[in-house]
């Protein structure tokens, strides 16, 4: 299989505090790990992508100041959302490819944040 | 550029009645992907099928239905005798290499499917 896991699943923070958002890749080594945003009732905007050992491409408009992303080892892509605010709040996925290719991406559950 | 556009933001049918949902494309690229998504309640998107750019032919897995025609740029799916846990969020999307590998999404469409 490939399995993608997130944590946390959801998380409830403080406006002005950060927040990190872990991506696993259980039973593969991901090469690309990918980030998505996605708002109520809204499809999955891709905010960056991001190869291991390099930095992230980010999107137009995705500020990188404000969503850090690391992706230091083959299973692991970190994002974290610096100095939240409430319009943060939103369904964070993450996706994993085996290669960086054209193929599949395998997708976390996703972690829901919200700023208060 | 690519882009996905499913027109359809929203059906609700009976259960047992058939359902298919639109999906357009554009792409310049000649070798892309298309991709079927599920989006249930719980968030967690649940891949249902790809099909590269070569290779149309309708394809079917259970309920589920396929039609590629890469004359119209349409990639449409149809759920057949739908059930109550059909009710979902269907996303549409593309990868082509032209785009470097980046998979656009469709904006999706919600199925409601009534009891």
């Known amino acids: 299989g490939a399995v993608v896991s997130q944590h946390p699943s959801r998380v409830i923070c403080k406006s002005g505090t950060s927040v990190k958002i872990e991506c696993r890749s259980l039973?593969?080594?991901?090469?690309?790990m990918f980030w998505y945003r996605q708002f109520p009732k809204q499809s999955l905007m891709l905010m960056a992508t991001?190869?291991?050992?390099?930095?992230?491409?980010?999107e137009q408009g995705v500020e990188k100041d404000k969503f850090l992303i690391n992706h230091a080892s083959l299973t692991l892509s970190t994002l974290t959302v610096t100095s939240a605010h409430p319009e943060d709040s939103s369904f964070y996925i993450c996706?994993?490819?085996?290669?960086?290719?054209?193929?599949?991406?395998?997708f976390g559950p996703g972690t829901r944040l919200t700023v208060t | 550029a690519q882009k996905v556009t499913q027109a359809q933001t929203e059906i609700s049918v009976v259960e047992k009645e058939d359902v298919t949902l639109d999906c357009v494309y554009e792409?310049?690229?000649?070798?892309?992907?298309l991709f079927w998504y599920k989006q249930p309640p719980s968030g967690e998107l649940v891949f249902l099928i790809r099909?590269?750019?070569?290779?149309?032919q309708n394809e079917i897995s259970g309920r589920y239905s396929w039609n590629f025609q890469k004359s119209t740029s349409s990639f449409n799916f149809t759920i057949t005798a739908s059930q109550v846990v059909d009710s979902a969020v269907y996303f549409c999307?593309?990868?082509?290499?032209?785009?470097?590998?980046?998979?656009?999404f469709g904006g999706g469409t919600r199925v409601l499917v009534k009891p």
């Open positions: 996706s994993a490819t085996k290669t960086g290719g054209p193929h599949e991406q395998y």
């Open positions: 099909r590269n750019s070569f290779d149309e």
């Open positions: 991001s190869n291991e050992g390099s930095k992230a491409t980010y």
């Open positions: 999307a593309l990868i082509a290499r032209a785009a470097g590998n980046k998979l656009t």
């Open positions: 039973d593969f080594q991901a090469t690309t």
């Open positions: 792409t310049r690229d000649t070798t892309y992907y």
